[in-house]
C-alpha cells in the first residue's frame, strides 16, 4: 500500500502537469508557448512512465517512498515560493501572463530535479549498504574457508594415521576420512578461486577451446561413476572467451548431472560453436532439477533460512560463467530428465 502511494505521487505530478501542458497547447499559437507547452507535456509523460517504472523496480519501499518523498519536496517547495512571487507581484499592482501555466512548468522542472536527486540518494544507499554486506561476507568467507580448511587439514591427517593399520576396518575408515578431507581441501580451493573471480572489478577473458576442457572434465570424473554412460559431441571450432575456472563451472555440471542423472546416470554433453556464442548443454536422464532449485539460482527466490539451495555446485557454475559475461539456462524436458546450458561469448 506504501509503494502505491508513494509512486501515486509521482502519477497526480505527472497527471498535473500533463493536464495544464494539454491544456494550453491547444490554446496557443505561438512558436515559443508551443514549444513549452510541449516541453511540459514531456515531463508529465515522463513523470507517468517513471511512476510505473518505480512501481514494478527491484528497489525496496522504503526506497520507494523516498523517491517519492524527494518529489513532494520539489513540488511542495517550490509551489510555496511561487505563491509567493505571485502574491508580491499582486500587492505591487504587477501582473503575471498565464500564472498557472508557467507555475506549473517551473514546478515541473522543480520536480524532475527533485526526483533526479532521490533516485541518485537511493542509488547511493544502496551502494553504501552493498558495500558494508559485501565487507560482512567477505568476513563470513574468510572465517569459514579457515575453518574449512583447518578441517580438511585435521581429517587428512587423522586418515593418515587410521589408514593402513592391522584392522581392516580401520583401514577402510581411514581411507574414508582421507577422502573427506582430501573432498573439503578441494571445496576450499574452488570457494577461493571463484571467490577472487567475482571479486576482481575486470577479469581478463581469453580464448579458450572448450571441447579438450569437457573431455579433460570427464576423464577425471569417470572413475568415481564407473557405470555412467556419458556420450560427449563437441564441435572443434568452440572457442569461448573465458579463463582456467571455467573447468570448475563445467566440472561441477557434469558431476551434478551424473549423481543425478539416473541410475546408473546417463549424460549426454553437446558443445557448439554459435555464431557469437559457445553453448554447453549437459542433458541427463534423471528426475530432474527441483523447480525451487532452479528459481534460487536463477534469482527468482529468495534465499532464506526455509527456502534455500542444497548444494554448491550450481552456484558455483552460475559465478563463473557470470563473470565471464555468460549465463546459465534451464531446460525441462516433458519427460524425465534436465538439460543445463552453459552460455559464453564466442572468441574470434
Excluded at 515559443?32 to 517513471?50: H, K, N, P, R, S
Excluded at 571445496?187 to 581469453?206: A, C, Y
Excluded at 570448475?248 to 549426454?268: K, M, Q, R, W, Y
Aim: with cysteine.
Amino acid at each position: 500500500m506504501k509503494r502505491l502511494l508513494g509512486c501515486g505521487t509521482l502519477t497526480l505530478t505527472g497527471g498535473g502537469l500533463g493536464l495544464v501542458s494539454g491544456r494550453q497547447l491547444l490554446g496557443v499559437t505561438g512558436r515559443v508557448e508551443t514549444a513549452i507547452a510541449v516541453f511540459g507535456l514531456l515531463i508529465g509523460l515522463g513523470f507517468l512512465a517513471g511512476s510505473g517504472v518505480l512501481l514494478r523496480s527491484e528497489l525496496r519501499t522504503k526506497h520507494v517512498l523516498r523517491v517519492a518523498g524527494w518529489n513532494l519536496l520539489g513540488v511542495v517547495a517550490t509551489s510555496a515560493v511561487l505563491v509567493l512571487i505571485l502574491l508580491y507581484q499582486r500587492s505591487s499592482g504587477g501582473t503575471l501572463l498565464a500564472p498557472l501555466f508557467s507555475g506549473t512548468i517551473i514546478v515541473g522542472v522543480s520536480a524532475t530535479a527533485h526526483v533526479l536527486i532521490g533516485v541518485n540518494d537511493v542509488r547511493r544507499i544502496r551502494a553504501r549498504n552493498l558495500a558494508r554486506q559485501r565487507e560482512k561476507t567477505t568476513v563470513m568467507n574468510r572465517l569459514i574457508r579457515h575453518d574449512l580448511k583447518h578441517s580438511a587439514q585435521v581429517l587428512l591427517g587423522l586418515g593418515d594415521v587410521l589408514a593402513g593399520t592391522p584392522d581392516p576396518d580401520v583401514d577402510v575408515i581411514g581411507d574414508r576420512v582421507r577422502t573427506v578431507g582430501s573432498d573439503l581441501a578441494e571445496i576450499d580451493n574452488q570457494v577461493g578461486t571463484v571467490t577472487d573471480l567475482i571479486e576482481t572489478e575486470e577479469v581478463d577473458r581469453e580464448p579458450v577451446a572448450v571441447g579438450p576442457l569437457v573431455e579433460e572434465s570427464v576423464t577425471e570424473l569417470r572413475p568415481q561413476f564407473p557405470d555412467a554412460t556419458v556420450s560427449v559431441s563437441a564441435d572443434d571450432k568452440a572457442r569461448a572467451l573465458a579463463g582456467d575456472p571455467l573447468k570448475i563451472a563445467v566440472s561441477e555440471l557434469i558431476e551434478n548431472a551424473l549423481v543425478h542423472g539416473g541410475d546408473p546416470a546417463t549424460v549426454e554433453i553437446r558443445v557448439a560453436a554459435e555464431r557469437r556464442t559457445v553453448t554447453v548443454s549437459i542433458s541427463d536422464a534423471g528426475p530432474g532439477i527441483p523447480a525451487t532449485e532452479r528459481e534460487l539460482v536463477n534469482g527468482e527466490q529468495e534465499v532464506t533460512q526455509l527456502t534455500h539451495s542444497n548444494g554448491l555446485g550450481l552456484w558455483l557454475s552460475k559465478w563463473v560463467v557470470e563473470a565471464y559475461g555468460g549465463r546459465l539456462e534451464f531446460q525441462e524436458p516433458d519427460g524425465d530428465g534436465a538439460t543445463v546450458t552453459l552460455r559464453l561469448d564466442r572468441a574470434e
